[in-house]
């Protein structure tokens, strides 16, 4: 994702505070400031690899990805998702997707996706709502 114009915050220890009643920002703790773990191999350190803009030092939360391994899952996923999940952080309501993992799947496009998808729910533009209006009218015309 960081080849892809994404930039690090923190790996797996991310640390939150709550900054306003509806913002959340997180960090890295200094020790961990720039660096990556990655099995196989071992501990990266993604500013020396990338460059200074790989590396971010606080954001604010706007969306958790979970990611679930497809194994794991054990009701069919729903395929059209209409409501939004959401998670406390701190006492904040975080909207909150999960991806399901299999192997084959490109997690950083799959992420990427979510991500872009949050941000036009967020402008009022929902694909799945308009999908549905879409076969709504199209069962509509069948029975007129």
Same mark, same amino acid.
């Not at 990338?50 to 054990?74: C, H, P």
């Not at 701190?90 to 992420?111: D, E, K, S």
């Not at 991500?115 to 076969?135: C, N, P, W, Y």
């Given at each position: 994702? $960081?080849?892809?114009?994404?930039?690090?915050? #923190?790996?797996?220890?991310?640390? *939150?505070?709550?900054? #306003?009643?509806? $913002?959340?920002?997180?960090? %890295?703790?200094?020790?961990?400031?720039? &660096? &990556?773990?990655?099995?196989?191999?071992?501990?990266?350190?993604?500013?020396?690899? *990338?460059?200074?803009?790989?590396? =971010?030092? +606080?954001?604010?939360?706007?969306?958790?990805?979970?990611?679930?391994?497809?194994?794991?899952?054990? @009701?069919?996923?729903?395929?059209?998702? +209409? !409501? !939004?999940?959401?998670? /406390? @952080? &701190?006492? /904040?309501? $975080?909207? %909150?997707? +999960? &991806?399901?993992? #299999?192997?084959?799947?490109?997690?950083?496009?799959?992420?990427?996706?979510?991500?872009?998808?949050?941000?036009? =729910?967020?402008?009022?533009?929902?694909? /799945? !709502?308009? *999908?549905?209006?879409?076969? !709504?009218?199209?069962?509509?015309?069948? #029975?007129?």
């Amino acid at each position: 994702m $960081i080849n892809r114009g994404s930039r690090l915050i #923190a790996d797996d220890a991310p640390q *939150f505070s709550r900054i #306003a009643p509806e $913002i959340i920002s997180g960090e %890295c703790p200094e020790l961990l400031q720039g &660096l &990556l773990e990655v099995r196989g191999l071992g501990v990266l350190d993604i500013r020396a690899m *990338f460059g200074d803009n790989a590396v =971010k030092a +606080t954001k604010y939360l706007r969306l958790i990805v979970r990611l679930q391994l497809l194994a794991e899952q054990s @009701v069919p996923a729903e395929r059209l998702v +209409t !409501q !939004q999940e959401n998670q /406390t @952080v &701190l006492g /904040t309501l $975080i909207p %909150c997707v +999960t &991806l399901l993992m #299999a192997p084959g799947r490109n997690l950083a496009i799959l992420i990427e996706a979510a991500v872009r998808s949050h941000l036009l =729910k967020q402008k009022g533009m929902d694909a /799945t !709502q308009l *999908f549905i209006e879409r076969q !709504q009218a199209a069962l509509q015309m069948e #029975a007129d």
